[in-house]
């Protein structure tokens, strides 16, 4: 690996999720802004949507580490089951599992669980990651979750993460009472080239450099239009452009690293002959 190559102690550009290497971009600092005030607000749905790489996971991540003692949340990374086997996994996360397996009983049992948890002064939020892959019913059977309530406030705040599919399911006329319920939503935008700069600069030195710039201008610029601003697309080339430059020997990262990275990697923009030239 180039690690030692680049004065480097851990590989900074890992395409696992990392709390650790998290960058406040616009976008993703407007979407967290924007869940801390849904749930102040006793909102009971609220909607992030994004393009595959642009960070939802992470997002939702960071918000949960945000959380305070006041709160409890429930996390469900795989949506993809029946409504029945889905509301007995949300019930086993917030500690309501002893009982009958119908939903009706699943349910009423949910009920009694965010009442005790009320009564503690606990607030509970429900993360649903991936939330495009819910089959139909699945997604329909949350206005049973979403029905759970007080006559002052909501007992089960909701946040779906997906990709824009999610959108394309929740406008269809089955789900217009889950749609309507929705009150905030977040579009997860990809970076500019700015942006790019500091969160290649940013987790260069998390992953120990403090030397020079690794990735001059002309390569970020490069780097920023063959990734289409996408972060999970900007730590695959980056990370091969880094190989490129080390096989080669070079110090710095050039343009033409990057170019040759992007031409080995699915989903990136192609750089024309033109540019080579």
């Not at 939503?185 to 992953?207: F, K, W």
């Not at 452009?241 to 990136?268: K, N, S």
Request: glycine share 8%; aromatic share 6%.
């Amino acid at each position: 690996m180039y690690l030692a190559h680049f004065g480097l102690q851990q590989a900074p550009f890992g395409i696992t999720p990392d709390t650790e290497f998290v960058y406040p971009s616009n976008s993703h600092r407007e979407g967290l802004n924007l869940l801390h005030f849904a749930l102040a607000s006793g909102e009971g749905f609220i909607k992030v949507v994004g393009e595959i790489g642009t960070g939802k996971t992470l997002l939702c991540r960071n918000f949960l580490a945000e959380l305070g003692p006041g709160w409890k949340a429930a996390y469900m990374p795989n949506p993809q089951m029946e409504p029945r086997a889905f509301l007995r996994e949300v019930a086993d996360d917030l500690g309501a599992t002893a009982g009958a397996p119908e939903a009706a009983h699943v349910v009423k049992r949910l009920n009694h669980r965010l009442l005790d948890l009320a009564r503690a002064n606990r607030k509970v939020v429900l993360c649903i990651d991936e939330a495009q892959t819910m089959p139909r019913l699945t997604l329909e059977s949350l206005r049973l979750l979403s029905n759970l309530e007080t006559e002052k406030r909501k007992l089960l705040h909701i946040i779906l993460f997906g990709q824009p599919e999610l959108d394309e399911m929740l406008a269809a006329h089955s789900a217009r009472q889950i749609r309507q319920r929705i009150v905030f939503h977040h579009q997860l935008r990809g970076l500019d080239v700015d942006e790019v700069g500091h969160y290649v600069e940013q987790r260069l030195r998390i992953a120990g450099h403090n030397g020079d710039p690794l990735f001059p201008r002309a390569a970020v610029k490069t780097l920023h239009r063959l990734a289409i601003g996408t972060p999970r697309l900007v730590n695959i080339l980056a990370h091969k452009a880094l190989l490129t430059a080390f096989g080669e020997g070079r110090p710095q990262v050039e343009a033409r690293h990057v170019r040759i990275a992007a031409e080995d990697t699915e989903g990136a923009a192609q750089p024309s002959r033109w540019s080579f030239w």
